[in-house]
């Protein structure tokens, strides 16, 4: 990632680009009160567009925007803030940033970087534990060779006490990531690895069942890619009433009973008090579940949810390959677009 303000030259190279970018922004954000779902859209799209990277990540000002969600390039700014958040009583998973990678050697150099993070964490002996992407340890190139990245992974982590959990991503790699979680957890007995359910998603239902069968370690999310309306809900208040039935299922006494620790992760309040609300019917103890919210999104809430005895956990990215990502964020923010597009003119 460049950081450095581009030069005359460079800068000149990009303005066509810059441009169009900037005002395919702005007309989104016009259009976004007429349609919200044409903008996620269009930045979702913008988000797997190699020349859209290049123009973002090659303007320094992006990045003033961008490390507002993300907490450095090194392992060792992702420490500190780690240690910073701790000291609030907050927990934190830490995300070595990267994804849909090409080459094997890439996927080898993201799992080593992993490794150098899980020994850090030990170490430093932050509360923590990683979090990590199969297309960032080469899934998309051959399944065999992100199993075999994760499974260094889950070994060194096993050594220090520590958990991996995988993140879900596209539609189109989910029975992947279902294979290759259960081979390692089931068929090698790893059970420090984790899974992650997308309410947006028609099979979630189905997927949830097998879960909480298996006692589980998950995190329901509702799903942050561009997916069409055969695999999944297109309107937020559908996704919304599936989270809510997931999450009921998942903090289920027949699921506890079964060893399911369950991770809620959202920002949105009328998620968080249905399962507050759910949560105090039931009787469930604080400490059976946990709350996740992403670094850098509603600090106040954060804190404020630690401070009334729950337990949460701050999702915190760090590294170079922060452009997806960030477009993601955008994407659920239209805020967010504004702030940055603001930051463009200002630069
Ligand atoms: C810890 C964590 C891990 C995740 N892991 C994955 C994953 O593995 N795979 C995946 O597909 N997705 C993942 N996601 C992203 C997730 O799928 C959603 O895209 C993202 O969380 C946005 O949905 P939401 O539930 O926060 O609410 P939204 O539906 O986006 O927003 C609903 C409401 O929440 C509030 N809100 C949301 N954002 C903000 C904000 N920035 N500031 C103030 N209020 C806000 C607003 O009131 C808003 O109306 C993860 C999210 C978290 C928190």
């Not at 922004?25 to 020349?51: C, D, H, Q």
């Not at 309107?235 to 809620?264: C, M, N, P, Y």
């Not at 956990?313 to 477009?327: D, E, K, L, Q, S």
Request: glycine letters at 6%.
């Amino acid at each position: 990632m460049n950081k450095t303000p581009v030069t005359a030259t460079s800068r000149t190279r990009q303005t066509p680009g810059l441009f169009f970018l900037l005002s395919a922004a702005i007309t989104g954000y016009v259009f976004y009160r007429y349609s919200e779902g044409w903008l996620r859209s269009l930045l979702l799209s913008l988000s797997r567009s190699i020349w859209a990277r290049r123009m973002v990540t090659g303007f320094g000002p992006a990045w003033r925007v961008a490390s507002r969600f993300i907490a450095g390039e090194s392992v060792e700014e992702a420490i500190a803030v780690a240690r910073q958040l701790n000291a609030k009583g907050l927990k934190v998973a830490l995300d070595y940033l990267g994804e849909s990678v090409t080459q094997a050697e890439e996927a080898n150099a993201a799992r080593d970087q992993i490794l150098l993070l899980l020994d850090r964490i030990h170490e430093s002996g932050v509360d923590a534990y990683v979090s990590v992407k199969l297309s960032q340890l080469g899934v998309k190139i051959a399944e065999n060779l992100a199993l075999e990245n994760l499974r260094a992974l889950l070994t060194r982590a096993r050594s220090y006490g520590l958990r991996v959990r995988i993140d879900m991503e596209e539609s189109a790699l989910v029975d992947t990531t279902f294979d290759i979680y259960r081979r390692l957890r089931h068929g090698e007995g790893f059970d420090n690895v984790g899974v992650v359910i997308q309410a947006y998603l028609y099979r979630s239902e189905e997927d949830v069942r097998w879960l909480i069968e298996e006692g589980a370690w998950v995190r329901l999310v509702k799903g942050a890619y561009k997916e069409p309306p055969t695999v999944a809900y297109a309107r937020k208040a559908d996704t919304d009433a599936a989270f809510i039935r997931l999450a009921e299922q998942l903090l289920s006494e027949q699921a506890r009973s079964r060893g399911v620790h369950l991770a809620v992760a959202t920002h949105d309040d009328a998620m968080i008090r249905a399962v507050q609300r759910y949560a105090e019917t039931h009787h469930i103890p604080q400490d059976a579940y946990e709350f996740q919210l992403l670094y850098g999104i509603r600090r106040e809430r954060q804190e404020q949810l630690a401070s009334q005895g729950y337990c949460v956990r701050i999702y915190v990215p760090y590294g170079t390959a922060w452009y997806p990502y960030f477009m993601r964020r955008l994407a659920e923010r239209p805020a967010n677009l504004w702030f940055f597009v603001t930051n463009f003119f200002r630069a």
